[in-house]
């Protein structure tokens, strides 16, 4: 007799990075996003899977308030980032956005050079003194960005003429040129070819070291990649976050299970 | 949990890699029978005929395995479906190792027919491969309807089939102790209850992937064994 594999084994317990209790959402009279409890650990990946309108993105744009822009959104309940409130009053959401930065679906560069996408973010928080520190900060996020060997010749071209994976990876160096602690990333990889989604994903692995990143996917074998950890949304609930090797063998709920084999949309 | 997959061909594949394990699964109870009924009637055609079905049987092993790697490569299975991709490629392994074991039955029993025969013990033999056949079939009804309590069931009765065995050996050492002429005859038909109980243990592990595929981990109780004649014998494992 042998023993039964404990696939869960090889998860660290890491700090909790983010700490979210009862957590409701409404756009107007919808609600959605219904009591949603979660602890998303440092220095990992946490992957939202679930299928379309469950609410997956609604509730990644809840943590760095970027539902803030949409009027009739409502947000309750509590959000913690370190142990602090972020729907506080004395928060500032563009502070908050610095150190909780955001990837989205689309490869969105400014219609700047490739310099000054980077080095925007630095340059409104003041991050840098000089030039010269501002150019170590650019090289030094566009090489986290795994994209400096391609550009550093041509960092005055225009950041909209690289092509979409490396406009991605262009964002992606952008989000982490503030230095934040968490990277949010709402299905960063769905407008890329599969070799800028492998180069996308090696980096994500790479970002684990330093932050904590969350990413919103459709792909389940992304989710199952990329993550340590993954939740399942449905229907505004969070039906079942644990450890990414246990989701994709032995889900508890038979909700997960109908969903990532294919079973229910 | 909803049964269908979205893509139906999905499914399609899924069923008919499980039609090919309950295939090879009809195929092994039939080797198992016609071999022991061979040995029982001292039956040679027959005997040579179970050892020509077993090409069919390896064949159908190999088309599962090709199959399952198939599905794992293409269509990325997850949950259940992945341990049923992972579990089609043990079962098969087992009926396949089963079905070797029925075939060294036959070939054993086309050099028994040309010797004394030893009372009792064919008939005995007989028993202990049916309730074997009895087993696997019940293994295999466990595996199509997803029943762990049978499979589980399963575990339990493999301790009768250890039984059997131990008495046969004992009975053996008894005649060839007695009469030397009977020491041939004996060590075939002690390795053909030997290798009966090897098939009862490769039933075994069939019912422990059933379980494996309906909870999603292997039983983890240590399986009671019956080896008190390793102490007698002074045998180590």
């Known amino acids: 007799m042998y023993d039964a594999p404990n696939l869960g084994a090889t998860v660290e317990q890491k700090d909790i990075k983010i700490s979210a209790k009862k957590v409701q959402v409404y756009y107007g009279e919808t609600h959605a996003i219904k009591d949603v409890d979660i602890e998303v650990q440092d220095k990992t990946v946490t992957a939202f899977i679930g299928p379309s309108g469950c609410g997956k993105s609604t509730f990644l744009r809840c943590l760095n308030r970027m539902n803030d822009t949409i009027d009739i959104c409502r947000v309750e309940g509590d959000i913690l980032l370190d142990g602090e409130d972020i729907y506080d009053k004395r928060v500032d959401p563009v502070q908050l956005r610095a150190k909780v930065g955001m990837v989205f679906q689309k490869p969105n560069p400014f219609p700047k050079s490739i310099y000054d996408n980077v080095a925007y973010g630095p340059r409104i928080h003041g991050l840098a003194k000089n030039k010269a ?23 005055d071209a225009p950041g909209t003429g690289l092509s979409g994976g490396q406009q991605q990876r262009l964002c992606i160096a952008r989000a ?84 990532i084999t294919g079973r229910i949309g | ?101 029925a075939k060294n039955m036959a070939k054993r029993t086309s050099v028994l027919v040309h010797m004394t025969p030893v009372e009792g013990a064919r008939s005995a033999l007989r028993r202990m491969a049916r309730e074997v056949q009895l087993m696997l ?45 009977y020491i041939t005859p004996c060590m075939h038909l002690h390795f053909i209850a030997k290798n009966t109980e090897r098939m009862g243990d490769h039933v075994t592990s069939i019912a422990e992937q059933v379980i494996y595929l309906v909870t999603g981990a292997l039983p983890d109780e240590n399986r009671p064994r ?11 494992d």
């Open chain 1, 133 to 155: 520190e501002l150019d170590e900060i650019v090289e030094k996020a566009l090489r986290r960005g795994a994209i400096w060997n391609e550009v550093k010749d041509r960092l």
């Open chain 1, 176 to 259: 982490v040129a503030t230095e934040p602690e968490v990277l949010l990333m709402d299905e960063p990889c769905s407008a890329l070819d599969p070799i800028a989604t492998a180069q996308v994903e090696e980096l994500i692995d790479e970002l684990r070291s330093r932050y904590s990143v969350v990413i919103v996917t459709h792909s389940m074998q992304q989710a199952a990649r990329v993550s340590q950890k993954t939740a399942f949304f449905h229907l505004g609930h969070l039906v079942e976050y644990d450890d990414t090797a246990n989701i994709f063998t032995n889900p508890k709920d038979e909700r997960t299970e109908s969903y």
């Open chain 2, 1 to 101: 949990m909803n049964d269908k997959h979205i893509v139906s061909s999905f499914d399609a594949e899924l069923e008919q890699i499980q039609a090919h394990i309950m295939k090879m699964g009809g195929l092994v109870e039939e080797a198992i029978l016609d071999a022991s009924k061979s040995l029982k009637n001292r039956d040679e055609e027959l005997a040579e005929q179970v050892r020509a079905n077993d090409k069919a049987i390896d064949a159908l092993e190999q088309r599962v395995n090709d199959e399952a790697f198939k599905l794992i490569a293409l269509r990325s299975p997850t949950a259940v479906d992945l341990r049923v991709a992972l579990s089609v490629m043990k079962v098969a392994g087992n009926l396949e190792r089963i079905g070797d074991y």
């Open chain 2, 137 to 181: 079939k019940d293994a295999l009804d466990a595996y199509i309807q997803r029943d762990a309590e049978l499979a589980r069931d399963i575990l339990e009765r493999d301790r009768d089939i250890d039984q059997m065995y131990n008495a046969l050996f004992r009975e053996f050492l008894t005649f060839m102790m007695e009469d030397p002429r």
């Open chain 2, 226 to 236: 019956e080896d008190h004649y390793r102490a007698e014998l002074h045998l180590s």
